[in-house]
Structures are given as C-alpha cells and as structure tokens.
C-alpha cells in the first residue's frame, strides 16, 4: 500500500521547486578596490616581524598574534594606521565616485529618450 503524503512532505517538496539557482554576477574587474581598516595597514606592516619571531607557526597562529598585539596597542601608536586607513577611505570612496560617474555616463545606460531631437 503506498505511502500517504502529509502536510509537512507536500510542504518540502513545494520548497524544492521553490529553490531555483540563481547566477552569480560577474565582477568587473575594472571595479575599485574597498579601503583597508587601519588593523589590516598594522597587520601588512608587522606581519613579517611575527613571522621572524615565530617561524613554525601556522596562518592562523599568526593571525591571533597579530590580532593580540593589535589590542596591546594604545591610541598613539594606532594613529599612524588610523591616519592611514582614513586617508585610503577617501581614496576609495573617490575612486567609486568615478568609477560610478562613468557608469552613468556610458553609452547604452541611458532611459531611451533622445534629447537630440529639437
């Protein structure tokens, strides 16, 4: 005898064919990049001090210790990071100010209307 169907199997079986695959958006390369945070100008910066002073550990490892000596550091000797990731914010928000401005400003992007026509 077969199987009787309950609420909860016809409800599954509609999320199924709910779920499609959705494509993922290309990324243009010719996008800007994100600013950095001033932990990751630090941690750019002191990566390869940790790594001399501690030369079997792993990515992770490195990771803690840099993230621990981040947070030993006091607001003086964080200003030039801070400085530094203020200074790459403006860069970037600049940049995909640009980088949105063109967007607009290529052709085929346009509502349709032709303001040519007097």
């Given at each position: ?29 010719n996008?800007?990049?994100?600013a ?26 490195i ?56």
């Amino acid at each position: 005898m077969p199987k009787e169907t309950t609420k909860a199997t016809r409800r599954k079986a509609a999320k199924d064919d709910a779920k499609a695959p959705k494509a993922k958006a290309k990324k243009d390369k010719n996008a800007p990049k994100r600013a950095l945070s001033a932990y990751m100008f630090f941690s750019q910066d002191w990566r390869e001090r940790v790594k001399a002073e501690n030369p079997d550990a792993s990515f992770g490892e490195i990771g803690k210790l840099l993230g621990a000596k981040w947070k030993e550091l006091d607001d003086s000797e964080k200003k030039p990071y801070i400085e530094q990731a203020a200074r790459d914010k403006a860069r970037a928000e600049q940049e995909k100010a640009d980088y949105d401005g063109k967007k607009v400003d290529s052709p085929g992007s346009g509502d349709g209307d032709d303001d040519d026509d007097d």
